[in-house]
């Protein structure tokens, strides 16, 4: 056949079915690495999932001293944060574009070495995606920022004390900035408009497990006292609930039945109340979720993405795929990101009847004030998919992909697929496990 390794030739119409486990949230394990950077004594992080972002960072942190190992367990890292010293700038860079993460080293370098660089970020296309939040809350925390052509440039030079910050946004990744960076200030730091997200709170956990004092307050009110030193931690990461609800999709979509271990229910319910209207069925174990399609027909939804404790901006993509197949109209208004809807536009060469609007469905009530963030997409089912070739644009867009050809009739040639494994561990195996019926020479 002649695949590349970034291809996968898929024959659709197959329920997926059986048992996969989800490990540690891509969303967390690498900010847990990067809190190593801030001990006196080595850290030990457990459930670390296989993706490309843990090779980012930790190539960043090994370049930057800190000694890493390996447990017998896969999953397990050990960072020793003894000798943490100046990178240089030029090895830096090469892990230019490849991740957002490096963004978060800047509060701990800054506490280590009084400097650090941070490369050009990578990431997802799904937005223009700034970092003045951040860039802000470290100019208040006392750091002097440059912006280079080749990266960013801080330095610290009368260390860091405490401030006071209002994000515009409940960024996650602002809150992690600033969590990282308040713990070790001199002083006080309160923030306010934080995110929540489990991961952020998971991130809380492990910086108190160091020796930090930070108190979660109501209204999204983080408060942050400054201590003068902090020790080695030992973690396990929480689960990563956006893979959890996509193969959850999968499941919905292609009719089938899909045992996700490690999955807890706490982290998921917003999801699982959204699979129940759709029409999908769950059962909570201790160790992980089964879902499956009833049958019968898929309802449609209509559905507003938010921050913590709302309908996760992950969790749309895939999802979109088994509303295709819903008998009815489905609406889902993207309040994030300002462009997470370019998926959409290989899923209508396959079939779909999926409509979106640039500046969202006004309605006076909604929550999110940013209207240049929202758009909608309205998707009419049902539509038989059937199969195409079709390029990776983003990550849970690519995985909605993976979905569309399991759920059409016929070949679909998926390429691009590198930008998968960024996020899902292992995901041809699982498709292997699950049944699917594929191609991939990889
Ligand atoms: C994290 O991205 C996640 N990535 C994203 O997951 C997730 O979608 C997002 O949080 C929201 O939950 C990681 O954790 C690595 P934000 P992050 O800062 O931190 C704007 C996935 O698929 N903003 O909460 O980059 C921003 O443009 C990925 O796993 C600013 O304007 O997201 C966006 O509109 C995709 N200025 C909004 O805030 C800033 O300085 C939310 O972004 C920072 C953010």
Wanted: proline residues 5%; glycine residues 12%.
């Amino acid at each position: 056949m002649g695949l590349t390794s970034d291809e996968i030739i898929i024959n659709g119409g197959r329920p997926l079915r059986g048992r996969i486990e989800v490990r540690g949230a891509k969303n967390l394990a690498p900010k847990a690495m990067v809190a190593a950077l801030l001990g006196k004594t080595p850290s030990t992080l457990r459930n670390v999932p296989n993706v490309s972002d843990i090779r980012v960072v930790a190539g960043l942190l090994a370049l930057h001293g800190v000694l890493i190992t390996r447990g017998e367990d896969p999953g397990e890292w050990r960072f020793d944060p003894s000798n943490v010293e100046v990178a240089h700038h030029a090895d830096i860079d090469a892990h230019a574009g490849s991740s957002r993460i490096p963004i978060l080293f800047c509060g701990p370098l800054l506490h280590r070495l009084g400097e650090a660089f941070i490369p050009d970020l990578g990431g997802c296309r799904i937005g223009d995606r700034p970092i003045d939040f951040h860039l802000d809350a470290l100019r208040k925390f006392g750091a002097v920022v440059e912006k280079l052509p080749s990266g960013i440039s801080l330095t610290a030079p009368d260390g860091l004390h405490g401030a006071n910050i209002e994000l515009p946004y409940p960024s996650v990744g602002a809150t992690e900035q600033v969590l990282l960076t308040s713990v070790l200030a001199k002083g006080q730091t309160e923030l306010r408009n934080a995110a929540i997200e489990p991961e952020i709170i998971d991130l809380i956990c492990i910086l108190q497990k160091m020796g930090a004092i930070i108190t979660v307050e109501p209204n999204r009110v983080i408060f942050v006292e400054g201590v003068e030193e902090l020790r080695g931690y030992d973690h396990h990461a929480i689960f990563d609930r956006n893979e959890v609800a996509s193969w959850a999709s999968a499941a919905l979509a292609t009719g089938g039945d899909v045992f996700v271990g490690g999955a807890q229910q706490e982290e998921m319910m917003t999801f699982l109340n959204v699979f129940r209207k759709v029409g999908g069925d769950f059962e909570v174990r201790d160790d992980g979720i089964r879902f499956w399609h009833p049958g019968g027909e898929l309802k449609p939804v209509t559905i507003e993405t938010d921050v913590h404790p709302g309908f996760m901006t992950d969790w749309q993509q895939p999802l979109v795929v088994a509303l295709t197949q819903a008998q009815g109209v489905s609406t889902i208004h993207e309040t994030v990101y300002e462009n997470r809807f370019g998926f959409t536009d290989a899923l209508n060469k396959m079939g779909a009847d999926i409509q979106v609007f640039k500046d969202g469905l006004h309605d006076e009530q909604r929550r999110v004030n940013r209207r240049e963030f929202e758009q909608a997409a309205v998707i009419a089912g049902p539509t038989p998919l059937s199969g195409a070739e079709i390029e990776v644009p983003d990550l849970r867009g690519g995985f909605s992909y993976l979905i569309a050809g399991l759920t059409a009739e016929g070949q679909t040639k998926v390429t691009n697929l590198g930008i998968i494994s960024r996020g899902y561990e292992n995901f041809i195996e699982k498709l292997r496990q699950l049944g699917a019926d594929f191609i991939f020479e990889g």
